[in-house]
Structure formats: C-alpha cells, structure tokens
C-alpha cells in the first residue's frame, strides 16, 4: 500500500493563526485536535472509572456483611439502602451499572478512545485523524451517553439492573423488576449514543490508519500499539452495530410492544400479549457484539504493553510478525466464538462441539503473545518505570486469566462451573486486570506526551504494588468459591447453609477490594497534581523509538512545527549491535551497511 | 453535620498531601531535578520487589489450594458428573502446570535482568524454531483437551439409553421451582401459560390424556441409578436450573422448552456419610450454633443460576435422592392433576 504525506506549504502560517484565536472553549471543549480528544476520553473515562469501583467497594461491602447496617451505605444510596441495609434490588443495580461502566466506558472507550486518539496520528506521522469533526462528534456522543448513565443511577425506580448483559425478558418488562422501568430505558438510549459514538471513532481510526502513514511507515513498521488499536477498531465496526440492532429490538419490544424476544409469558397474574420471540436470539445478537467487545478492551492494553515491555526492556519486542499474527488470530477467531457464553441456553449441541473447538483455539495465539512478552524480557536491561511494572503485571493476569479460560471454554465444563464465582474470576483477571494494567501502563508511559510534565514515580510505585497485590487479592480466591458451586449475582450467600463457610473469604476479599479501591486515590492525586506541578518533560523521556516522541514537548495543531518526519526503519531498533545508543528512533536513515530488520 | 465533617476532612487530607509533594519538589529541585527519573537504584529494588511478590503470590496460590481446596464441590452424585470431574482434573492439572512453570519464569526475569548501569540489551529480534515451538505445545495440548472436551459433551447432551428415563418437568418462575412428574404413562400433559388459573399453577392442559396421571409438587424427589430427563420451562423470565452436586445445569427460558438428562447415582442418606460432606456439614453447622442458627442437615438442593430479579439468591427446591422403593411409595402419596384440578 503506498504511503503519502499530507504536506502542505501553507500549513504551518495557518496552524499559527488558528493557535492565537483559541480560546478555552475551542481548545478545551470543542476541539478538534486529536491529542485533546484523548484527553477528554481519558478524563472522562476515569471519572466514570471512579463511579465504577465506588459501586464495586459498596456492594463487596454488602456480600461480606450481609443485612448488617453501614451508614455509609443509607449516605450513598438514600432509599435504596432503608437504615444502612443494602436492598436487592439495589444490589442488582450496582453490579449492572459497574459491569456496564467498566466494560463499556472505562475499558472501551477510556482506553481505546484515549490511546487511539493521542497515538495514532502520533506513531504514524499523521497531522492529525483523518477527520478532526467525526473524532469530535466520537467523543461528544461518549460524553452525552455517560451522561445519559449517570442520570439513569438517579430515576424513581432505580437504574437498570438485569446485569451488564441486561437478558430479556427481565430487562424489557418493567413488571420483572424495578430497575426495567425507566433506569433501563435510559440504559438503553445511553448504549446506543455510546454505540454511535464507538462506530465513528473506529471509522476515523481505520482511515488514519491506512491512508494518512507517513512516508516509509508500512505496515510491518507499525509500532504494535497502532495494530493493536487498529485491529481493534476493526473489530468495532464489525461487531457494535449487532448491539446496536439487539438493543433497538429490545426498546421495540419494552416500548412498541412487538415480540422479539418475549413469548408466552405470565406476569403478574396475566399473561402478557407477546407471542413468538425467543430471549435467546437476544443471547446471540449481545453476544456477537460481546464477545469481539472482550478483545476490543484487551487488545488496545496488550499493544500498550508490547510498546511498554519493548522500549523498557531495551530490546526488540520478541516476533513482531507473530505478534502481529497473533493480534489478527485473535481478531478473527472472536467472531466465532459468542456462543461460549451460551452452552446452556438449550441451544443444538452440535453448535456447542463447534464453539468448544473455536474457543479452545484463541489459547494458540494467545500463548504466543504470552511466550513472546517473556522472551523480550529475557536478557533485557529493564528500566523499572511504573509503565514497565504495570505491563509485567498485564503479562501475569493475562496468563492466569487465559488459563482459566481453557476450562471455561469447554462446553462440558462449562457446565458445574457457568455463572458461578468462578466466571466471575477468570474474566476479571483476564480482561479486567489485564486491560485496566494496561490503561495505567499506558497514562504513565505516555503522560509526559499528553501533559508535558512527568508524573511522580515513587507513587506510581505504591500505586502499582498495592494494586497488584490486592486485584489478587480479590479475584484469585473467586476461583474457590466457584468450585465451590457459589452462584455469581446473589445479593447474600445466607440462603443456603451450604455456602455458609465460605463468609470468611468473601470478608477477606472485601478487605482486599476496599484497600484496592482506595489506593487508587494515589493514581487520582498523582495524576492531577502533575499535569499542573509535575516536573517538566523532557522530549523523549523513556529513550523511545517511536515518533510520538519527535514531536514538542508543547502541543500544537499539526503535531510536527516542520516537515513530518520521514521513517527509516521499525519501531524496534533497541540495543542494535554496532550503534552506540541503545535505541534509534524511526526517523533516523539507516547507517552505510546497516541492515533493516523491517 | 457527618457529612459536612467528611467533606471537611477530605478537603484537608488532600491539602495536606499537596503541601508534602511541595515540599518534596522543592528538595528535589536542590538537588538538580533528578529524583523522578527510574536510577539503578530504582531498577535494583523494583526488580527484586518482583521477584519478592512474585514468588510470594505462586506461593499463595499453593496456600490456597492447601487452605480452601476442600471447599470443592463433594464427588459427583451422578453417573456422568464423573466424567466431567475426570476431564476437569486433566484440565487443572495442564493449567496448573503452566501457571507454576511460566509464572515464576516471568517475575524471575524480571528480577534476573532488571536494569544495570555498563549492561546493555541483547537484540533478539525473533527466532522462528522458539515461537514454532510454543505454537505446535499449546495446540497438542489443546487437541487433546479438543477431543477429549467434545467425547464428553457428546454423551452428556445425547445420552444413549438402555432404558426409558423418567420424564419430570421443572417448572420455573420468580422465585421458586415445580416439579411435575409425568405419572404412569411417563408423558407430561401439553402445557402452556394461557392454561394457568388458579391452582393450576404451571398451566397443565386438563383436556389432554397424557396430563390427567401428571403429578404437580414443590419437592423433587429422584430414584438412584434411573435415568431422568428434565424438561424446564418458565413462565416469566430466564432462570436457570442448576444441580453442582450432580453437575448439571440448564437455562429455563419462557417460550421454549429445554432439557438435561441425568442419573443419580448417590442417594441423600449415602451422601450424608460421604466423609467431605460430613466435614463440610460440621464446619458449617459450628459457624451456625456460633450464630444462634438452626443446625444444618445436608440436601443435595436446586438453585437458580441466571439472575432473575430481587429474590434470585433465594429461589432453590431440595432435591431428596432415594432408592426406587422408598421414591415409589413417595409418589403414590401425591396427587395427580386429575385428582387435584
């Protein structure tokens, strides 16, 4: 594919003009420059982030100390919490609204729009997104759904809580319960501005991605961080507008009342007038969406960290082309893997024996990935740089968590073990740690390019070890309790005496989800107080290769005050023999007799 | 007035922490700007850090499989919960392989190479036999997994009979089960939620000949060592029917009906014996006198495992296995839907 410059001689006298009109609104509100649209997706992901984990500590509150009465819980739930005991309903709600806010807002559009805005044009020597309005417009329909979400925690009858899958019927009739009355409309209406908005992110990101490369960035020159964001995007557009289609016939049928998925059901003394829908083609249409959504969280972090992992460790990132391979593996195999999540919905065996085959063959790949993070360690010169920490802590949970999966994945496994405790392990070791690490590798790695200042290290220190110990703290005991047949979404364990020894881990993982939660108070105030007192940064602070780091440290509309630069080699070229530096960014010409990898 | 106070608190806990950076940067500044970069120092006690809890976290997991093994669901009480167990066994043992092996690799190296001043990296770019090689492991191992995972669920989901199982219904709505017991003539009464009224309470078809023997009762009770095929239905939202102790599990979704066979092959007065549930039964029943709570006898039980509303932790039938004889004299006790409706 060619590759071709968007130079213009008159870019840079209109570049300045533009930079003396700005006023706060145009550069901090409406703008269009893509590095403040991550910025905004950062913010506002992490604000979102924060409601997430807050409902999360309450909650974990309630399951080690079931009916037991907390103040703190009547301060923050009112209502909802009738003398500082959390109600059922209440319950649901939380863990809906913090697997939506999690999965959805922080580690779909935090992540992948923050780094997808900031890095793409960066590392590929772009002046900015293909287009700077729908990245814009990507943005402000994020910022209209969150807002949409928030709003939905606070009507009468309490925010959608049929869990973040939200199934029909229980979420389309609002007889089911009380959180599928208005919350779920609400729920809804947010999904589809959130979908909106993904669809003409990843539009932008494909199309800067293949036609805006700066002369010499091919393909295979591509810092992984771009394949990753770009394949992710990919998956985006491929697989959003299924969700986007499940959940308008999902507010058909609560609104309109046609039958999509809703047949022969008594409600309340009634039978209710839907005949004919099934609630597992709902299973199926979430799932098509859901399960490629796994891999559009956890893509984006495995680039940052095989950017982190490489520039950090000094060395090449071990089988760039397998990793590359790998990433469009994984991609591909995504799609053909949604009923994994449905082998006891009572659908043909026969489709189960396939989805088992697909599932079981993403490990292939993703062992690849795994074996080639820890081989770019080996006999590297690791710089401990918090980025660094929380990337060697994405390659643990990403390990553990795809182990479990190799059971979970197996339809006749499946089966003791599906909607238990110990599902709600493996995939918040393996996509939420994994994708979360990667987020805070990616801030710290990349926050002297947003803020042009550093962030304190000896925090982001404390920051990551009490992170990492208590996120296993938390999420590795789950696998017992699953074992032990314990049922995820029950607001107390009380109703069955068998479960009743299991009261003391669910304490001890409280204790380690509450210490967890509020060391991230360290990251909140770290990440604050440096963008206005952090300590100036330099250019290219981790010696990097990559040319997000030839830019100004001061932002400017264009990104590059000259010509873009021009790229000579891979992002890779760490510790080459013969150089004298350890690193040689890509713009640099290949010396007489020097050998290009790529 | 608390929350004023918190509010307070808070504004100057945060204040308090920005005085303290202040004063940090302003010595840092005397001292040249220096202390953020990472230094060797840095790298020595971050990589032995890694190594510390790194190996301390593998070790935990030992703990924990030492400490709460045991909680483990007891053995299988179906005939073909074995086979489930004997392939989650092979399935744990490969896994666990893998995580004791590369677990320790990873925080190894990280702690082997972290950085040193004067060392320089070695450039290896990639090495085709190395990343054939953990291509062609994993995809052995998951082969057999592949075949042995699909051999298993081939027999759980088509059953092949020697003789005809017995027909039960479970019955699902928010927030209990029933079961119906097809009767003498083994075939359930056609069903549907446009027959409910009253006591009919899972909508039995009256007219139908097959319905009038059907028994309709809120206690399951299961023969050992007879096949049973369950059929679920449910008449407002999905639920799930979930058996751990026989290791099955099924969705009941409205509109549709589903089903699972299997055999018990355990009764409830074998399984009280069993030695891991008479542990587990002991260590509960003391937290429970610790509590003041009524002592626990052991019931293989049904819970409710897809999420359907307020009381969803609380929807669950006991299930009482027992010999042919004693479910026989059982089920001629209760009443049929021609007796009762």
Known sequence: ?598 | MNTVSIIVLVVLAILTLVQVMRISEVSSEIQGGKDNEVSEKDNDTQGRLMFLVGMGFVISVVVMYIVWGRLSLPEPSSAHGSEIDGLWNLSMLIINIVFFIVQPILFYFAYKYRGKKGTKAVHFAHNNKLELFWTVVPALALAVLIIWGLNVWSTLMMPENEEEPIVIELYAQQFNWTARYSGSDNALGFASVYDIEGANIVGVDTQDAASADDIVTKELHLPVGKPVLFQFRSQDVIHSAYFPHFRAQMNCVPGATTNFQFTPTITTAEIRQNKDVKRHVEEVNTIRTAQGEDIWEFNYVLLCNKICGAAHYNMQMDIIVETEDEYNAWLNEQKTVAETL
């Open chain 1, 1 to 598: 594919m060619s590759t071709k410059s968007t130079e213009n001689p008159h870019f840079q006298d209109h570049l300045m003009e533009h930079h003396h009109e700005e006023n706060f609104f145009t550069k901090y509100i409406f703008t269009m420059d893509h590095k403040m649209i991550g910025k905004q997706f950062l913010v506002t992901g992490m604000f979102m982030g924060i409601i997430g984990v807050m409902m999360s500590m309450l909650f974990r509150l309630e399951l080690a100390y079931p009916e037991q009465s907390f103040p703190i819980l009547e301060l923050f739930l009112g209502k909802w919490a009738p003398d500082g005991v959390m109600s059922p309903d209440m319950y649901l709600a939380l863990v809906t609204i913090h697997g939506t806010i999690m999965v959805f807002f922080v580690l779909t559009a935090g992540l992948s729009g923050t780094f997808s805005n900031l890095l793409i044009p960066l590392q590929i020597g772009a002046r900015d997104m293909a287009s700077g309005f729908l990245n814009a417009l990507s943005y402000w329909f994020f910022a209209m759904s969150s807002v949409v979400m928030v709003v939905s925690l606070f009507v009468e009858s309490g925010p959608a809580s049929a869990g973040w899958t939200v199934y029909p019927p229980l979420s389309a009739l609002p007889q089911a319960m009380p959180g599928s009355g208005a919350g779920m409309t609400l729920w809804l209406i947010s999904m589809t501005l959130f979908i909106v908005g993904s669809l003409l992110g990843s539009l932008n990101y494909i199309v800067t991605v293949l036609n805006m490369r700066t002369k010499g960035m091919s393909m295979t020159r591509l810092p992984l961080t771009i394949w990753a964001f770009f394949v992710t995007a990919v998956l985006g557009v491929l697989s959003f507008p299924v969700l986007l289609s499940a959940a308008l016939l999902l507010m058909f049928d609560r609104l309109l009342g046609t039958s999509f998925y809703l047949s022969d059901i008594f409600m309340g003394g009634e039978v209710l007038s839907y005949s004919g829908g099934s609630p597992v083609l709902y299973q199926h249409l979430f799932w098509f969406l859901g399960h490629p959504e796994v891999y559009i969280i956890l893509l984006p972090a495995l680039g940052i960290s095989s950017e982190v992992i490489a520039t950090n460790s000094r060395k090449p990132i071990f089988g760039y082309r397998a990793m590359v391979g790998s990433i469009l593996a994984i991609a591909f195999l995504s799609f053909i893997v949604w009923g994994h999540h449905m082998f006891i919905t009572g659908m043909n065996p026969f489709l189960g024996s396939v989805f088992t085959f697909t599932t079981l063959l993403i490990a292939i790949p993703s062992a690849v990935k795994a074996f080639n993070y820890i081989t770019t360690l080996w006999k590297g010169n690791i710089q401990y740089t918090p980025a660094m920490m929380f990337s060697i802590g994405l390659v643990s949970t990403f390990i553990t968590g795809g182990l479990t999966g190799v059971i979970l994945g197996d339809s006749a496994l499946d089966i003791n073990v599906h909607d238990t405790y110990f599902v709600v392990a493996h995939f918040h070791i393996v996509m939420g740690l994994s994708a979360i690490f990667g987020m805070f590798a990616g801030v710290y790695h990349w926050f002297p390019k947003m803020y042009g200042r550093m962030m304190n290290k000896s925090m982001g220190y404390a920051h990551f070890w009490l992170t990492f110990i208590t996120a296993y703290g938390v999420f590795f005991p789950m696998h017992f309790l699953g074992m032990a047949g314990l049922p995820r979404r029950y607001y107390s364990n009380t109703a069955f005496p068998m479960f009743d020894n299991l009261a003391d881990i669910n304490v001890l993982i409280t204790y380690f989800a509450i210490i967890g939660g509020i060391a991230q108070l360290i990251f909140i105030f770290n990440f604050f107080y440096s963008i206005w007192r952090g300590p100036k940064a330099p250019q290219n602070p981790w010696k990097a290769n990559s040319l997000e780091w030839t830019t100004p440290v001061e932002h400017l509309h264009g990104n590059w005050p000259g010509e873009i630069p021009v790229v000579y080699r891979w992002a890779y070229d760490y510790s080459k023999p013969g150089a004298e530096e350890d690193f040689i960014p890509q713009n640099v010409p290949l010396a007489e007799g020097e050998e290009s990898g790529h």
